[in-house]
């Protein structure tokens, strides 16, 4: 990400050539930011449809050490601009953690972004832009045909849809009033190419209360990798709890990470969906969707809140367990089995009888403070999975809640009429 190599610009043949002339192209630039990035930016708060309010740019310390970001700021111009304004920091970045930028607002569309870290007065474009995190917090005056990079002072740069400035050979996807920029590898990605390090996806803006991130080799250099979340594992705060939950408005447009069989899928529950709500997002009378963020996409996950044959009724138990599979690691895993008797030592005589409003609120509370979840389920297709119960055959679905803790908690399910 930092300065870096090439800048883009959408000027004509002869102007590409004249600043080939300058040698820009072949100055000893840095190969990234081997602290704190641009891991985040979202600039379609409060505009139609938009999820949440504010505009606003995560940072994230992919090192191995605290940073001070005091005396720093996040500026942005228009994709073709040379007037910035700016968002001044305080404070500083522990390794792995992340910093939140509330921006301004278009609007009341939308839920309100967690608690923020330092806020600027900037009303980003919601489809294109540039955003610089800068190491004082005087105004950049390049942008158009004036180069921003390299410069000394420029941390990190993201231009993103129709930017006249980027790092490398491509600007960061447009975006749109439903969707952010968001670095892969939950931030750790630094090729120094926007549009290699970046994708869109549902805005989950993470604070400096979120849990951590450690990215594999300390996040030296221009490391990390290309690969969408390759090579993090996931923290939470201190080693303990599971940081500050991620709510975004509901979505009916899901991701394609799932296949139709058994498995384990690890993400960020960004959304839950209570029957007899909304049918917009997948919503029906007799499931809780649980919308689960992975990669940067939504999956759908129908958890039943109420049986169509018999009583309605639902069994439900809540225990702590190991996880069983293996550590959380984002993504879907296909093949990971769950028996409730055989891996969990239960029966069904230690559930207790729900009523489906009763199970609703029941899960509703349990998840209230859940961020990361592993989920046992069969995928009914690439967008979600669904039997979130006893089904035998080593294929019980079940919610686990806090599973990068010591003591994951085990959400299970059975029907009246099933005895184990």
């Known amino acids: 990400m930092l300065l870096g190599l090439g800048v883009g610009f959408a000027l004509g043949c002869d102007a590409e050539a004249d600043l080939r002339g300058d040698d820009l192209s072949s100055q000893a630039f840095d190969l990234g930011s081997t602290d ?30 605290a940073v001070s970001v005091a005396g720093w700021s996040v500026q942005y111009a228009s994709a073709s601009g040379t007037s910035w304004a700016k968002a001044n920091l305080t404070g500083s970045i522990p390794a792995g953690g992340y910093y939140l930028v509330q921006l ?43 180069a921003c990079l390299p410069n000394a002072v420029v941390r990190d740069f993201v231009g993103y849809g129709a930017a006249a400035q980027f790092e490398g ?14 670095r892969g590898g939950r931030g750790c990605n630094d090729t120094n190419v926007n549009s290699s390090d970046f994708t869109t996806g549902t805005p ?9 991130t450690t990215c594999s080799g300390g996040g030296g250099g221009g490391g990390g990798g290309g690969g969408v ?38 993400g960020i529950l960004v959304a839950i969906v209570n029957p007899n709500t909304t049918s917009s997002c997948r919503g029906d009378d007799n499931h809780i969707h649980l919308q689960v963020r992975v990669n940067g996409a939504v999956e759908d996950i129908a958890v039943n809140s109420a049986s169509t044959s018999g009583s309605p009724n639902i069994d439900f138990l809540a ?28 029966s069904s005589g230690q559930f207790a009888e729900r009523t489906p409003a009763q199970l609703t609120t029941a899960v509703d509370s349990a998840l209230a403070t859940a961020n990361h979840v592993s989920i046992f389920t069969t995928g009914f297709d690439s967008t979600g999975g669904h039997l979130i119960h006893r089904n035998g055959s080593s294929h019980d679905g079940a919610i686990v809640i806090n599973p990068l803790s010591a003591s994951p908690k085990y959400l299970l399910f059975h029907f009246t009429t099933q005895s184990f």
């Open 36 to 65: 704190v990035v641009i891991s985040q930016l979202f600039g379609g708060g409060g505009n139609a449809g938009a999820p949440l309010t504010n505009d606003y740019v995560e940072l994230f310390n992919r090192g191995a050490g």
């Open 319 to 346: 225990l702590s367990a190991p996880l069983k599979g293996g550590a959380w690691s984002e993504g879907w895993h296909p093949g990971v089995l769950l028996d409730y008797p055989g891996n969990l030592g239960v």
């Open 104 to 146: 301004a607002t278009n609007g009341s569309v939308g839920a309100a972004l967690p608690g923020a870290d330092a806020t600027g007065p900037m009303n980003m474009s919601g489809t294109s832009g540039t955003v610089a995190l800068v190491t004082n917090q005087t105004l950049l005056s390049c942008g158009g045909a004036t």
């Open 229 to 266: 979340d390759a090579g993090v594992v996931d923290a939470p705060t201190g080693g303990t709890g599971d940081g500050t939950p991620v709510r975004v408005a509901c979505t009916g447009s899901f991701g394609s990470a799932m296949s139709a069989t058994f498995g384990r899928l690890d």
């Open 204 to 212: 989950a803006p993470r604070n400096s209360s979120s849990a951590h």
């Open 169 to 182: 050979g491509g600007a960061a996807p447009t975006q749109a009033n439903t969707t952010a920029g968001l």
